[in-house]
C-alpha cells in the first residue's frame, strides 16, 4: 500500500497517531464488503493508531465478527452496548470505548453506515466517517454531522482516500 502523500513534510502521520479509530463490526466490517475496512484497520494499525471497536452488537456477535473477519488482533478493545446505560443514538458505547483507550472524545474517529450510530458519533464529540449501508438514507439528518459522508456507501469508500481525510483533517 503507498503512503504517498501520508508521510511528507506535514507530519500528517504524527497527527494521525493520537487519534482513535471507533468501528461497528456488525455495520461495514460484518458485511461481504468488509475487505475495505480491513484495508483501512490494517492501514491505521501499520502506523500505530489506536483503535476499538463499539457496537450495539452483544459481545458474542462482536467477536464472531471479528474472529471471522480476522481483525480481533487489531480490534482488542471491543465495547459492546450491552455493556453501558444507553444503546445508540446516545453516545455511551463511544464514550466508554474512548475511555478504556485513554483518549479524548474530540481526538476519536468513528466510522459508521447507520443514522443512530452517527448521532451517537456527534453527540460524543467525535468525529464521524458515514458510510450509509443504504445509500438512499444518506439524506438521513443524523448524516449531516459527519466529518465525511460517503453518500455512494461501501462503493464509494476505499481505505487509502479515507486514511487521507484523516490526515488532512487531524
Known amino acids: 500500500m503507498s503512503t504517498q502523500g501520508l508521510t511528507g513534510g506535514t507530519g500528517a502521520i504524527d497527527r494521525i497517531r493520537p487519534s482513535l479509530g471507533i468501528l461497528d463490526p456488525m455495520s461495514t466490517l460484518g458485511r461481504t ?5 480491513r484495508k483501512f484497520v490494517e492501514l491505521l494499525a501499520a502506523e500505530g493508531v ?10 458474542a456477535a462482536i467477536e464472531a465478527i471479528l474472529t471471522g473477519t480476522g481483525l480481533a488482533a487489531h480490534l482488542t478493545t471491543v465495547v459492546s452496548a450491552d455493556e453501558v446505560a444507553h444503546g445508540k443514538p446516545a453516545p455511551d458505547v463511544f464514550l466508554e470505548a474512548a475511555r478504556r483507550l485513554g483518549a479524548d472524545p474530540a481526538d476519536c474517529v468513528v466510522l459508521e453506515d447507520a443514522a443512530p450510530g452517527a448521532a451517537a458519533a456527534h453527540a460524543a464529540g467525535m468525529r464521524c466517517v458515514a458510510i450509509p449501508y443504504v445509500a438512499a438514507q444518506a439524506d438521513d439528518p443524523a448524516f449531516a454531522t459527519a466529518g465525511l459522508l460517503l453518500r455512494g456507501g461501501q462503493g464509494e469508500f476505499t481505505a487509502q482516500a479515507t486514511y487521507d481525510w484523516l490526515a488532512r483533517s487531524a
Do not use: L
Open 50 to 59: 489506536p483503535m476499538a471497536v463499539a457496537s450495539g452488537s452483544s459481545p
Open 33 to 37: 464488503s468488509f475487505v475495505f475496512d
